[in-house]
């Protein structure tokens, strides 16, 4: 039996759970986010009448793949990202979509890069805080230090398109 394009593609990807995608992500209801707390997941503004946010990176997410998998949220079930969507219709085979998840990795993982060498941020923030704050703190006289800087917000930028355009749409 022939994979499927979500077996082949979210497993080597994990955008939607490791902060890059999203800084959250909407919870069902309460039961949902009990039961994810329960878990050791972390949940903010969870109320017994709302579902609260699952906050992201998502503990959850070991590597590339969940390890709640079968637990997981609604929303993480339903969730198709642009890139899988199209691959599912035919409009992008699986390798090119390989290689699309491949740059993204690349060019996450150089974001990464600049913001430790600018030596600041909590990197259990979603990408754009992280960076966000390494920004905020770096701020310094040093030209070295504001050319970091400036290669990170360009860097950033560049994510932000591709992500966008790649994974979310339009």
Do not use: W
């Amino acid at each position: 039996m022939k994979p499927s394009p979500t077996d082949t593609l979210c497993t080597r990807c994990g955008l939607c759970c490791d902060g890059s995608l999203f800084a959250d992500v909407e919870l069902a209801n309460g039961d949902e986010a009990s039961a994810l707390e329960v878990m050791g997941l972390e949940i903010e503004d969870a109320d017994k009448d709302g579902g609260g946010l699952l906050l992201q990176p998502c503990g959850a997410l070991k590597g590339r793949r969940c390890r709640i998998y079968p637990h997981r949220p609604d929303c993480c079930r339903t969730f198709a990202c642009r890139l899988l969507q199209e691959v599912e219709l035919g409009a992008v085979g699986v390798e090119r979509a390989k290689e699309k998840i491949a740059e993204a990795l690349k060019r996450i993982e150089r974001v990464k890069e600049l913001v430790v060498q600018l030596g600041t941020g909590d990197e259990r923030l979603p990408l754009t805080e992280h960076c966000a704050e390494a920004l905020a703190l770096s701020e310094a006289a040093d030209p070295a230090m504001n050319r970091k800087r400036a290669e990170l917000q360009a860097a950033m930028t560049a994510v932000e398109r591709l992500l966008q355009a790649t994974f979310l749409g339009g």
